[in-house]
């Protein structure tokens, strides 16, 4: 089974910290995303990459920013943190497909509270 | 710009029996990818069944089927003989037909909690 690993289950950070969300896959998977799930919001995609070094913008992306130097692993930055930025995030990976798109495999989620 | 719409926030059924949650979509591309996904408490979102546009069949995964209506852009989840474990937020997606992937468009939830 696909393994992805997001380093915290719960994280507590102050306005003005500089945040890293780490997420970790253990298939190989060539893509991974980050999205932000807020209630009556669904997810929501902030930035994806489809291979190392290699990063594109998804639909929220301001206040954010992410990292890719190995393969299985995608970090998400939040360089200057907000309370508006309080929410559940989630990480995805998924094997390059060809056209048969393949499902995307999700991390547990990190509940991040800025304070 | 594709929309995904779920127009019900939370649902209700009791054990055993049979409940439809409803989602409809918008794009003017004619072929893509539609999801349900399930998110139970213990947060790990899991894939509940996939339906490729192209198929005029409709997907079926034990318990769980859709009806996929591609001129009414609906695609509703019909779970059967509904049990305890299936309380959970579903969440619909859609996905362009691109080469390699693309990002998930969600709708914004279904809540469903089974009654014993």
């Known amino acids: 089974d696909v393994k992805v690993t997001q380093s915290s289950r719960y994280l507590v950070k102050r306005t003005g910290e500089k945040v890293f969300l780490e997420c970790v896959q253990d298939?190989?998977?060539?893509?991974m995303f980050w999205y932000r799930q807020d209630p009556g919001l669904g997810l929501r995609l902030i930035y994806f990459s489809y291979d190392v070094k290699m990063k594109e913008k998804g639909d929220i992306p301001e206040g954010y920013s992410v990292s890719r130097e190995k393969k299985e692993r995608f970090s998400l930055i939040l360089e200057s943190a907000s309370t508006n930025q309080t929410s559940m995030y989630l990480c995805?990976?998924?094997?390059?497909?060809?056209?048969?798109?393949?499902?995307?495999?999700f991390g547990d989620g990190t509940r991040l509270s800025i304070l | 710009a594709q929309t995904v719409t779920q127009s019900q926030p939370e649902m209700s059924v009791q054990e055993a029996e049979t409940v439809t949650l409803s989602c409809t979509y918008d794009t003017s591309e004619s072929n893509y990818y539609l999801f349900w996904y399930k998110q139970p408490p213990s947060r790990q979102m899991i894939l509940v069944i996939r339906?490729?546009?192209?198929?005029?069949q409709n997907a079926t995964e034990n318990r769980f089927s859709v009806n996929f209506q591609k001129a009414a852009k609906s695609f509703s989840l019909k779970i059967s003989d509904s049990q305890l474990g299936d309380t959970a937020m579903y969440f619909c997606a859609f996905m362009r037909a691109l080469y390699n992937t693309d990002k998930l468009i969600f709708g914004t939830g279904t809540r469903l909690q089974v009654f014993p």
């Open positions: 995805a990976s998924t094997e390059a497909g060809g056209l048969t798109n393949q499902p995307q495999h």
């Open positions: 298939m190989d998977h060539e893509n």
């Open positions: 339906q490729e546009a192209y198929k005029q």
